[in-house]
């Protein structure tokens, strides 16, 4: 069955709700709900590209123009070169997940994902009757991968290896000699490496980030990145997908492939993408804006949850989620029922570790986004329930 541990423990918070008590949710990451918003100049794109009747079906790989600009923007802040031609527009990146699912995975095959990892990436593979292999990723080394584990699970079905980074949930952010082993062992297996980074522009400097396509030298790299995250655009769902092969032997046979998926939906959302041209094209500052708030929130939560017992958590260097670990200690059955009686006692919604799989187990995952004085209130009610629970 599919499941979406972001969003399943809803129906809970909201008979809370119905009885008349305030939940503070922390469980979906979407700048949008608090104090931030989408740019000035993007959303006069969007009434301008209305009005200016640009409200047609475009080509299934999306507006020319925009392609062209996604192609500038790797470039320019990622040292990803890459063709327009293969670049396709999606629907947020969760269609760009379903994409690379439905043009790689066969029933039985298997993806290799890190563990714990983010949840459509488990539904989308199932739903094509695949397999879901975890590599285990280290929490006492940052979250970073383990490569022997990594290269142990690779078998003659493993179709693909995904790298989420930055990541969610964990916030870590691999490093280049990480990414570059796990493309060296995609190059002695033959594998496509998948490359999530959505988060690519929200990090706070104590790492670097350097995109996988950046790297690579000799393996075929999937690239998908998006609006939402760094543009503040989460509903307006505009997301892309770009093929780079330094082989030059792949790329166009796997563009042709995910092509003919997006032609089987027709396109992304003509005025959406007018205005994901002028994100990319005009003002950035607001992403050093967003970036300096995040931080100092992220800073905050980190100090709360130092202080709070039974918990410790791995600094995120970037996205904007913490995954505390928690010491359950016999006291709850599992981390989701961890969840459920915070929401019930403390009105705090956050989402289960173990809903993010393989290595999730015992944590749970919580937004940095809100005010301070949000996370205040938020982290007091957290602080009171784990020194009744697991002091």
């Keep these: 069955p599919l499941k979406y541990a972001i969003r399943d423990l809803i129906p809970y918070a909201e008979q809370v709700e119905r009885r008349g008590e305030k939940v503070i949710r922390l469980n979906i990451g979407d700048p949008l709900k608090f104090d931030f918003d989408t740019p000035k100049h993007i959303r006069e794109a969007l009434c301008r590209a209305v009005n200016d009747r640009w409200n047609f079906y475009s080509a299934s790989e999306g507006d020319a123009e925009l392609r062209a600009a996604i192609a500038e923007k790797e470039r320019k802040f990622n040292g990803v070169d890459i063709s327009p031609d293969h670049v396709i527009v999606t629907a947020g990146v969760s269609e760009a997940i379903n994409f690379v699912s439905a043009a790689f995975i066969d029933p039985g095959d298997e993806a290799l994902i890190p563990g714990p990892s983010y949840a459509p990436y488990v539904n989308f593979i199932q739903a094509y009757n695949g397999r879901i292999v975890y590599y285990r990723t280290v929490e006492e080394n940052g979250w970073q991968p383990d490569l022997d584990d990594l290269r142990s699970k690779i078998t003659d079905k493993t179709r693909f290896i995904l790298i989420i980074n930055p990541n969610n949930p964990t916030g870590a952010i691999y490093s280049e000699n990480t990414v570059r082993k796990i493309l060296d062992i995609a190059a002695e297996h033959n594998l496509i490496v998948v490359s999530d980074e ?28 998006g609006f939402s995250k760094v543009y503040l655009m989460t509903g307006w769902r505009l997301g892309y997908i770009y093929v780079r092969d330094p082989t030059g032997k792949y790329a166009d046979a796997i563009i042709g492939h995910l092509n003919k ?26 992403v050093h804006d967003m970036v300096a708030r995040l931080r100092e929130r992220r800073d905050y939560c980190c100090r709360r949850i130092e202080e709070i017992p039974g918990m410790s958590v791995v600094k995120p260097k970037g996205a904007f989620y913490l995954f505390p ?67």
């Design 325 to 391: 670990k928690i010491d359950i200690k016999g006291k709850f059955d599992s981390d989701r029922e961890f969840a459920l009686k915070l929401l019930d006692e403390e009105k705090v919604l956050v989402v289960h570790g173990s809903g993010f799989g393989f290595g999730g187990e015992n944590h749970f995952r919580s937004i940095f986004l809100p005010p301070i004085s949000v996370l205040e209130e938020a982290f007091n009610r957290i602080e009171r329930f784990c020194r009744k629970y697991l002091a």
């Design 198 to 225: 959505i988060y690519d522009r929200i990090t706070y400097g104590e790492a670097e980030f350097k995109s996988t396509a950046a790297i690579a030298r000799d393996v075929p790299v999937i690239g998908l990145n």
């Design 261 to 286: 998926l997006a032609r089987a939906r027709l396109s992304a959302c003509t005025p959406v993408m007018r205005a994901g041209i002028a994100a990319l094209r005009g003002p950035q500052e607001h």
